[in-house]
C-alpha cells in the first residue's frame, strides 16, 4: 500500500472506534489517510484523534469556507485511490444509494471516481430491513464494494449480523482492491470442507462440536480471489458465503464425505471441517423420552467416515494436492507428522488449540506447516485470513513447480 492514498469516511454508530484502529494498520503498511468525519460521527470520534491518528487535516463540513478555499469537496473525492467508508450506516447507505449529497460525505461520494469500499455497522434488525437490503443490492449494482458486516453481540445488546468487520478484514479488503491480484490459480478446481459436523440422537438433538468455520471459509475465500472454481462443503456455522464461492451445506460427516465425493475432480482440497469421529449409530426417528424413575439411555456410536484420508487415499482421481489440519494441544510436529502418515495426505496444517490460544471461534490462527518433504514451517500468530492467504501462495507455488516438473 506504500504510496496509496485512502480517503476514509467515519459515519455515526458505535463502531466508529475501530476505524482509529484501522488509520493505524492502513498507516503501517504505507499508506496515506485522509479523513472525513460526518457530524454524527464526531459523537463518537474526535476530529483530534482522527488528525492525530492519520497526521493530516480532518474533514467535516461542507460549507466550511478554509475547507472549500483549500480543498474543494471534488478534489478531497479525487485525490485518493479509493473510497472507504467504515463504519458505513443504514443512513449513510441510503444516501449513497439515491445520490443524496447534503453533507460533506455523501457530497464526495456522488463526485467521487474511485472505487467506493463499504463496512457497514448497524443493529441486525436495521441491517435485514428489505429497505437497507434494497440499498445495498443498488450500491452493489453500482460497483460500489462491500466488506463484512460480522456476526455477534451488538453493543444495543441484541446478537446478529451487523457488526463492523474487523480492521484486519477491512485492510485486506482495501489491499484487494488497491492491487487486484494476479491470479495464480486460474483454472485450478478446490474443495474445501469447513465448520462443524452435527450428527443426530434423534430428531431434536445431536452431538457437535465448538467449530466456527472461520478458518476454512476464509480459505476458501482466498482460494477464490487467487481465481480458483471453489466448492465449499460447510457444516452449520453463523459464517456468512465467501464471496465467488459454490456452498454445500450439510450436517452429518456421512453428507459431508458424499458432498465432498460428488464436487470431484478438483486439483486441491483442504481439509478444515471438525469432522465428528463418530456418530450415533441409529439416530431415532422419534425423539427420546425420559421416563420417570428410567435409567439413562446408553448411546451406542459407529466411526463416521475419515473424509480426509479417503480423499487422500483415493486411486485414480486423487487431488493432486491433500491438505489437512490437525488440532494439537501438544507436541504439534511429531502428531502431525504421524498424521500425514497415517491419512496418507501431503500437508497437514497443525494448529495449537490449548485453551490460550483461544483458537476455537477466534480471529486469530498459531499454525504450523507441515509436509511429507519439505522441513516445517512456524508462522507467527496471524488472522484466520492472512493463514489462508499464506496458504494460497503455498498452493499456487507447488501446483506451479509441478506443472514445470510436469513439462
Ligand atoms: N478429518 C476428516 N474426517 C474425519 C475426521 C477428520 O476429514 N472423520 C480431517 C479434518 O478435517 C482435519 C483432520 O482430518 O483435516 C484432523 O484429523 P483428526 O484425526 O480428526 O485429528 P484431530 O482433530 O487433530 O484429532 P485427534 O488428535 O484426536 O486425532
Redesign the pocket.
Known amino acids: 500500500m506504500q504510496g496509496n492514498r485512502i480517503l476514509l469516511i467515519v459515519a455515526g454508530g458505535i463502531a466508529a472506534y475501530k476505524s482509529l484502529e484501522l488509520i493505524r494498520r492502513l498507516r503501517e503498511r504505507g499508506a496515506a489517510v485522509r479523513c472525513v468525519l460526518t457530524r454524527a460521527g464526531a459523537e463518537f470520534v474526535t476530529p483530534l484523534a482522527l488528525a492525530s491518528l492519520s497526521g493530516d487535516k480532518v474533514f467535516s463540513d461542507l460549507f466550511s469556507l478554509t475547507d472549500e478555499a483549500e480543498m474543494g469537496h471534488i478534489r478531497l473525492s479525487r485525490e485518493a485511490d479509493l473510497v472507504v467508508v467504515a463504519p458505513a450506516t443504514a443512513d449513510l447507505i441510503a444516501k449513497m444509494a439515491h445520490g443524496l449529497a447534503d453533507d460533506l460525505a455523501s457530497t464526495a461520494l456522488l463526485a467521487t471516481d474511485k472505487p467506493v469500499l463499504i463496512a457497514p455497522a448497524m443493529n441486525p434488525e436495521m441491517w435485514q430491513h428489505p429497505a437497507t437490503q434494497r440499498n445495498l443490492a443498488q450500491l452493489a449494482a453500482d460497483g460500489v464494494r462491500q466488506v463484512g458486516p460480522a456476526p455477534g453481540e451488538m453493543a444495543c445488546g441484541e446478537t446478529g449480523l451487523g457488526r463492523l468487520a474487523e480492521p484486519d478484514e477491512i485492510v485486506a479488503a482495501i489491499a484487494a482492491l488497491l492491487a487486484p491480484v494476479a491470479r495464480p490459480l486460474a483454472g485450478v478446481r478446490a474443495l474445501v470442507?469447513s465448520g462443524p459436523?452435527v450428527e443426530a440422537i434423534d430428531p431434536v438433538r445431536f452431538i457437535a462440536n465448538r467449530s466456527s468455520g472461520k478458518q476454512g471459509h476464509a480459505i476458501a475465500a482466498a482460494l477464490a480471489g487467487a481465481g480458483a472454481e471453489v466448492t465449499l462443503v460447510s457444516g452449520p456455522v453463523h459464517e456468512p458465503d465467501p464471496a465467488g464461492v459454490r456452498v454445500v451445506r450439510v450436517e452429518s460427516?456421512v453428507a459431508?464425505?458424499a458432498a465432498c465425493q460428488a464436487a470431484l475432480p478438483v486439483e486441491v482440497a483442504?481439509?478444515?471441517?471438525?469432522?465428528?469421529?463418530w456418530r450415533v449409530a441409529e439416530p431415532l426417528t422419534q425423539k427420546l423420552k425420559k421416563r420417570a424413575g428410567g435409567a439413562a439411555p446408553t448411546l451406542a456410536l459407529a466411526?463416521?467416515?475419515?473424509?480426509?484420508?479417503?480423499?487422500a487415499r483415493r486411486g485414480p482421481g486423487r487431488p493432486e494436492l491433500v491438505?489437512?489440519?490437525?488440532?494439537?494441544t501438544e507436541d504439534l510436529e511429531g502428531?502431525a507428522r504421524r498424521?500425514l502418515a497415517?491419512?496418507g495426505?501431503d500437508w497437514?496444517?497443525a494448529n495449537d488449540?490449548s485453551r490460550e490460544q483461544a483458537t476455537f471461534g477466534g480471529v486469530y490462527n498459531t499454525v504450523k506447516l507441515v509436509r511429507a518433504d519439505a522441513e516445517l514451517e512456524a508462522w507467527p500468530r496471524l488472522s484466520k485470513a492472512e493463514v489462508a492467504a499464506r496458504l494460497v501462495v503455498r498452493i499456487a507455488a507447488h501446483l506451479r513447480a509441478a506443472t514445470v516438473a510436469a513439462a
Open positions: 470442507t459436523t460427516a459431508m464425505l483442504v481439509c478444515a471441517a471438525a469432522v465428528a469421529d466411526e463416521n467416515p475419515d473424509i480426509l484420508k479417503t480423499l491438505i489437512g489440519f490437525a488440532a494439537e502428531n498424521k497415517a491419512k495426505c497437514i496444517l488449540v
